[in-house]
C-alpha cells in the first residue's frame, strides 16, 4: 500500500495533502493553507442572475449559512466570502472595503487600483489598490480547463483564454470561455465545504433582464455571456463525476434555470438544510455554572 493510495482499509482514507498543493497568499506573500478549513459544511453560492432578488435573501443571514458572492453580487447580498476573476476595478470598492468579506482574488490583482463612483455617476481611480485592502487571500489562476483534474490541481482554473480546446474540445475561438463561477466552486470544494447551493444562476441574459442589480449591456455582451452560458452547461455536465468522486454535491436554486447540469432544490429546503445544526433553540443558562 502506498501513501497516494486512496483507501487503506475499509472505512480508513489517506487525505490528500492540501488538495494537491493549492495554496493561497496574504498580500504580503505569506503562505496560508486554508484547506478544509470549513470541512462538511454547506454553502450558498450567491451569483448576479435576476432570479436572486426574488429570493427572500434575508434567510441567507441564519446562523449556520455560509455565503460566497462573486462579483458584483455584494451589492444585493453582503455575504461571508467573496471572488473575482476580473479587474480590481469593476466591482463596488465598498464591498473591497468591508473588513468583514474575505475575499479570495487572482494573484496578478495584487497592485491594481479599485475605482470610486462620484456623486454624478462619472467613474474615477481610488487611491486605494488591492494590496492595501483587508481581508484579502490570493490565489493562483490557471486558464485551461480539464474536466478530469479540474480539483485537483495546484492552482484556481476560470476556463480558457488561449486560441485552444478546452478538455472537451470547445474551442476559445472569438469568445473567451471563462468565469468567476468555476473558481467560486473550485475554492469552495478546497475550503471543505461539501454541498453548495446556487442562487441567481439564471444562465440566460437579455438587453431588459441582465442582472439582479441595476447595470446595462450591449447586445453584444448578451450574445458573449448567453455563448458563455452554454459552454459552462457542457462543462459542468462533464464535471458531474469528478464532483462525485470528490464528494462535493452542487444543487441549483434557482427557479426555471438556464443551468441543468445540477439538479434543482427550492430556495427554502436548502436553506433548512444548511442551517438545520445550528438552527436549535438557544438556552443560556448553566453554561457558566455547571
Known amino acids: 500500500m502506498t501513501p497516494t493510495s486512496r483507501r487503506c482499509r475499509p472505512g480508513l482514507h489517506v487525505r490528500r495533502p492540501a488538495r494537491n498543493g493549492l495554496r493561497l497568499y496574504t498580500t504580503d506573500f505569506d503562505s496560508v493553507s486554508l484547506c478544509d478549513f470549513y470541512r462538511g459544511r454547506h454553502a450558498f453560492l450567491v451569483l448576479s442572475g435576476p432570479s436572486l432578488a426574488t429570493h427572500d435573501l434575508a434567510q441567507l443571514t441564519r446562523r449556520g449559512v455560509v455565503t460566497m458572492g462573486v462579483n458584483n453580487s455584494w451589492a444585493v447580498h453582503r455575504p461571508n466570502l467573496w471572488t473575482c476573476v476580473d479587474s480590481a476595478g469593476r466591482f463596488i470598492d465598498t464591498g473591497w472595503k468591508d473588513p468583514g468579506i474575505l475575499k479570495f482574488v487572482p494573484m496578478s490583482a495584487w497592485n491594481e487600483r479599485l475605482r470610486i463612483q462620484k456623486p454624478n455617476g462619472a467613474m474615477a481611480a481610488s487611491a486605494f489598490r488591492v494590496k492595501q485592502i483587508p481581508s484579502v487571500l490570493l490565489y493562483r489562476r490557471s486558464e485551461h480547463f480539464d474536466h478530469r483534474r479540474f480539483l485537483d490541481e495546484d492552482v484556481v482554473c476560470w476556463g480558457n483564454h488561449t486560441a485552444t480546446k478546452d478538455s472537451l474540445g470547445i474551442p476559445v475561438s472569438s469568445w473567451v470561455k471563462r468565469s468567476v ?3 467560486a466552486l473550485r475554492l469552495l470544494q478546497y475550503l471543505g ?4 447551493y446556487l442562487v441567481g444562476a439564471d444562465f440566460r ?5 441582465g442582472y439582479a442589480f441595476d447595470e446595462a ?6 450574445r458573449h455571456n448567453n455563448v458563455l452560458y452554454d459552454s459552462l452547461n457542457r462543462r ?9 468522486e470528490h464528494r462535493f454535491a452542487v444543487l441549483n436554486c434557482t427557479p ?11 430556495f427554502e429546503q436548502a436553506i433548512e438544510k444548511a442551517s438545520a445544526e445550528c438552527g436549535k433553540t438557544i438556552n443560556t443558562k448553566g453554561w457558566y455554572t455547571t
Do not use: N, W, Y
Open 256 to 266: 426555471e434555470s438556464g443551468l441543468t447540469a445540477f439538479p434543482h432544490i427550492p
Open 181 to 183: 463561477m468555476l473558481a
Open 205 to 209: 441574459m437579455t438587453p431588459d433582464q
Open 193 to 196: 465545504f461539501r454541498t453548495v
Open 217 to 222: 449591456r450591449s447586445a453584444e455582451a448578451v
Open 236 to 244: 459542468f455536465e462533464a464535471l458531474r463525476d469528478h464532483f462525485m
